[in-house]
């Protein structure tokens, strides 16, 4: 099963600096916004950074409270709470994963309930790092995009910008899938060839979605207004009617769902048990259907003497580009998934596999009281369990 080490501590250390690299992107972004004397796309651009990180804020919080006392950072509520409050939360939780990791690494690296603590909070990373991303990254992306197009012309900050977006969106997918897995005992974890399969065909389905969006909004752009409120609610009711119960309580289990639905807004995510072909089919149908109409409202908009020429070879390998994603997801689940590895041994990989598992465990701690949910939750849910397995789930801190 994966094991927190070295190289782990180090991609923890990376993913903070770039999380820290890309609040200073979009804070530059946003200067030369000013500078250039627009501040109206200054003001969106930290509207949309506050609304992320104020949403991320709200789940680690809400996170904290739920969690059992015995896996809360030794630091007072009331410290807590004030930074979140700051909107420093997740850098505080980022700091003390770093701590316990290198407390795993070179004092305890042999202690099981270290190396499942360590697992622990990397996960809660992860799920924030992939909802401030979605949240934050993917509408800025769009919105930089946007900006380019329509004054014909790209800024360095800009450019840079759009580099690091794409960067954190497909690799905070990568990331959170990763850190999935290390809560599964006898889990295979990623190669390196499935890791960079994973990796490149989330970036591909997700780019022809961001230009689809952004050429829609060069012709119309309250038109994206109206667009985005209604495919949002329509995941948001997506989500809601497969029944989810990630929160402890009602009231945040809507904050989750809301921000679902604005990940399934770009990119799919699963949030339901059992197989997912036929939700999956039914997703990438209507994306791709909802991305083909805004390229062709662009095409059948634009005036044909505009400046944006060279865009029409780009929209017209829009559409190879996703379906070259589609190709690569389904070369990942068919030949490089980590289950082939292990059917190719003669077992399964846990969870994963469609038998033979009657071995099922997931990393726990020693306590039973030491009980988080929402990790069950996500186990069932991104990974197909048989029946008989789920009955033997160990009531522990985390089944990823």
Same mark, same amino acid.
């Given at each position: 099963?994966?094991?927190f080490? &070295? =190289?782990?501590? #180090?991609? /923890? *250390? !990376?993913?903070?600096?770039?999380?820290?690299?890309?609040?200073?992107m979009?804070?530059w972004v946003?200067?030369?916004?000013?500078?250039?004397?627009q501040p109206?796309?200054?003001?969106l651009?930290?509207s &949309? =950074?506050?609304? #992320?990180? /104020? *949403? !991320?804020?709200?789940c680690?919080?809400?996170?904290?409270r739920?969690d059992?006392?015995?896996?809360r950072?030794?630091?007072?509520?009331a410290?807590l709470a004030?930074l979140?409050?700051l909107?420093?939360?997740? =850098?505080?939780?980022?700091l003390h *994963?770093?701590?316990?990791?290198?407390?795993?690494?070179?004092a305890?690296?042999?202690?099981e309930?270290?190396?499942?603590?360590m697992?622990?909070?990397s996960h809660?990373?992860?799920?924030?790092?992939l909802?401030e991303?979605?949240?934050e990254?993917?509408?800025?992306l769009?919105?930089?995009?946007?900006i380019?197009l329509r004054?014909?012309?790209?800024?360095i900050?800009?450019?840079?910008?759009?580099?690091?977006a794409?960067?954190?969106?497909?690799?905070?997918?990568?990331?959170?899938?990763?850190s999935?897995?290390s809560?599964?005992?006898?889990?295979?974890?990623?190669?390196?060839?499935?890791?960079?399969i994973y990796?490149?065909?989330?970036l591909f389905?997700i780019?022809?979605?961001?230009l689809?969006v952004?050429l829609f909004?060069?012709l119309?752009?309250?038109?994206?207004?109206?667009?985005?409120?209604?495919?949002?609610?329509?995941?948001?009711?997506?989500v809601?009617?497969?029944?989810t119960?990630?929160?402890?309580?009602?009231g945040?289990?809507q904050l989750?769902?809301a921000?679902?639905?604005?990940?399934?807004y770009?990119?799919?995510?699963?949030?339901?048990q059992?197989?997912?072909?036929?939700?999956?089919?039914?997703?990438h149908g209507?994306?791709?259907?909802?991305?083909?109409?805004?390229?062709?409202?662009?095409l059948?908009?634009?005036?044909?003497?505009?400046?944006?020429?060279?865009l029409?070879p780009?929209?017209s390998?829009?559409?190879?580009?996703?379906?070259l994603?589609l190709?690569?997801?389904v070369?990942y689940?068919?030949?490089?998934?980590?289950n082939?590895?292990v059917?190719q041994?003669?077992?399964y990989?846990?969870?994963?596999?469609n038998?033979?598992?009657?071995?099922?465990e997931?990393?726990s701690?020693?306590?039973p009281?030491?009980?988080?949910?929402?990790?069950?939750?996500?186990?069932?849910?991104?990974?197909p369990?048989a029946?008989l397995?789920?009955?033997?789930?160990?009531?522990?801190?985390?089944?990823?």
């Amino acid at each position: 099963p994966p094991r927190f080490g &070295l =190289l782990q501590l #180090a991609l /923890a *250390a !990376a993913g903070t600096a770039a999380a820290a690299l890309d609040l200073f992107m979009d804070g530059w972004v946003a200067a030369e916004y000013v500078r250039r004397g627009q501040p109206g796309w200054a003001a969106l651009s930290l509207s &949309l =950074l506050a609304v #992320a990180s /104020a *949403a !991320a804020q709200a789940c680690s919080w809400l996170w904290l409270r739920s969690d059992p006392p015995a896996l809360r950072p030794a630091v007072p509520a009331a410290l807590l709470a004030a930074l979140h409050l700051l909107q420093l939360g997740f =850098l505080f939780r980022c700091l003390h *994963a770093l701590k316990v990791g290198w407390k795993v690494c070179w004092a305890k690296a042999e202690e099981e309930e270290e190396q499942r603590h360590m697992a622990f909070l990397s996960h809660d990373i992860s799920m924030l790092r992939l909802f401030e991303t979605f949240l934050e990254n993917t509408p800025q992306l769009t919105l930089l995009l946007y900006i380019i197009l329509r004054t014909n012309k790209a800024e360095i900050s800009q450019g840079l910008g759009i580099g690091t977006a794409l960067l954190c969106v497909s690799w905070s997918l990568l990331d959170y899938h990763q850190s999935l897995r290390s809560f599964l005992q006898d889990k295979y974890e990623l190669s390196r060839g499935s890791s960079i399969i994973y990796f490149l065909w989330n970036l591909f389905l997700i780019c022809p979605r961001i230009l689809a969006v952004a050429l829609f909004a060069l012709l119309w752009p309250y038109g994206v207004a109206v667009h985005f409120p209604l495919v949002w609610l329509a995941m948001f009711l997506w989500v809601s009617l497969q029944g989810t119960d990630f929160m402890e309580s009602p009231g945040p289990e809507q904050l989750y769902r809301a921000v679902v639905a604005v990940i399934l807004y770009f990119s799919w995510f699963n949030v339901a048990q059992g197989r997912t072909l036929q939700r999956s089919i039914i997703y990438h149908g209507f994306i791709l259907v909802d991305s083909t109409l805004l390229a062709l409202s662009w095409l059948w908009g634009r005036a044909p003497s505009e400046e944006h020429w060279y865009l029409i070879p780009v929209v017209s390998a829009a559409l190879p580009c996703y379906l070259l994603g589609l190709g690569l997801r389904v070369t990942y689940y068919k030949w490089l998934h980590p289950n082939m590895q292990v059917q190719q041994e003669g077992g399964y990989d846990e969870v994963d596999a469609n038998g033979g598992s009657d071995g099922l465990e997931f990393c726990s701690f020693s306590e039973p009281d030491l009980v988080n949910r929402r990790m069950q939750w996500l186990a069932q849910t991104q990974f197909p369990v048989a029946q008989l397995a789920r009955q033997r789930f160990l009531n522990g801190a985390a089944a990823l």
